[in-house]
């Protein structure tokens, strides 16, 4: 198999040739990123591949897939390229996350979508990604109709500029940063701009993506997303509720058996505890309100469960229904 990683210095780009080792896709690679990086090397199976310079060109030719993490901007005008080559193009940005005809996939959620299509696959949002996967099978048992969600998001979720900006604030080095107030010894409830009906862009795309995925457009649901001083690793505090009554022992057997979730009782999971997991992990499952609603906290590694892994495994869902 032949594959692109667009973005392969970043640290999703990273954490993609790791994944794909994990998951013993056997493929050659090209990597590409910008002309800053152009030249160095990275190693994929023990292999040194040198990095390439994205060009006009580059995306032309024919891969069995490109794995897109370079941002929005790139995204937007290289993916079509792309794709109008014949490629499949696996997106990691949010640039066509809300374009119809393209979709948005969680493959143990909608990996269906992927049967006799080929183009650009949306990635969705890292918080969404481990939210759906614990939302969805207690959705089958019991009839998601509400979700109140608070973040906890790591640095790591904006990229090798977010890390730095904490490290040298922690080292006391006075740096600005990339984030609107220091992050260091703080946390920000901001991530993304703000829109005109006060929710940031962050909590938007949580709020639109869950409805897509799980395809309940008419689900309630509000967010507020917080950056707070952690490398790696996103937490979130979800409460739902549902049309039909709930039993918390019932509804912890469903997510101990529910595909790429790791249910823990009787404790709570911590993110530097993520280590190499490609899971969401739940833990402190509790009765809401009432008997029609649940309360759990809820921790997944950004950059791998949250995009390369997922990334990694629209492809091998892709391949298996496209085969
Ligand atoms: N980090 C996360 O947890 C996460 C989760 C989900 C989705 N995403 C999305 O994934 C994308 C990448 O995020 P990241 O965290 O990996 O960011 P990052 O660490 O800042 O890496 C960005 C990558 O894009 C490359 N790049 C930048 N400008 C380029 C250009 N003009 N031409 C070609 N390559 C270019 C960079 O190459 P150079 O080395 O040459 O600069 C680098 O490889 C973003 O769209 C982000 O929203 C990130």
Redesign the pocket.
């Known amino acids: 198999m032949k594959i692109a990683v667009?973005?392969?210095?970043?640290?999703?780009?990273r954490m993609m040739l790791t994944c794909l080792e994990e998951f013993r896709v056997e493929a050659q690679l090209d990597l590409?990123?910008?002309?800053?990086?152009?030249g160095q090397t990275l190693y994929f199976n023990d292999e040194s591949i040198r990095v390439q310079?994205?060009e006009e060109d580059s995306l032309k030719q024919r891969y069995d897939y490109i794995l897109m993490?370079?941002?929005?901007a790139?995204?937007k005008s290289y993916a079509p390229i792309a794709a109008a080559a014949g490629n499949t193009i696996i997106d990691?940005?949010?640039a066509w996350r809300r374009e119809q005809g393209i979709p948005l996939v969680v493959p143990e959620i909608n990996g269906s979508e992927l049967k006799g299509y080929s183009g650009i696959v949306a990635?969705p949002?890292?918080s969404t990604i481990q939210m759906v996967l614990a939302l969805y099978p207690l959705h089958l048992k019991y009839g998601l109709s509400k979700v109140v969600v608070s973040t906890y998001q790591s640095v790591?979720?904006?990229?090798?500029?977010g890390i730095a900006t904490l490290e040298k604030q922690r080292q006391g080095i006075d740096d600005d940063g990339i984030y609107p107030e220091r992050i260091d010894l703080n946390v920000i409830p901001q991530i993304g701009a703000f829109m005109d009906n006060g929710y940031s862009q962050e909590e938007d795309k949580m709020q639109y993506e869950t409805q897509r995925i799980m395809s309940l457009t008419e689900l309630k649901i509000c967010a507020t997303t917080v950056r707070v001083p952690v490398l790696y690793g996103h937490s979130e505090t979800v409460y739902a509720e549902f049309e039909r009554e709930v039993d918390v022992c019932e509804a912890a057997s469903v997510l101990a058996a529910a595909p790429s979730i790791k249910y823990h009782d009787n404790t709570y999971f911590t993110p530097i505890q993520l280590g190499k997991s490609n899971d969401s992990h739940v833990s402190r499952l509790r009765c809401g309100v009432d008997n029609h609603s649940l309360a759990f906290w809820n921790v997944g590694n950004?950059?791998r469960l949250?995009?390369a892994t997922n990334a990694v495994r629209i492809l091998l869902k892709h391949r298996e229904l496209n085969a």
């Open positions: 667009v973005g392969a210095t970043g640290e999703v780009g590409f990123a910008s002309e800053r990086s152009a310079k994205l993490s370079a941002g929005g790139i995204s990691n940005s949010s990635n949002n890292c790591s979720g904006s990229g090798h500029k950004n950059v949250g995009a």
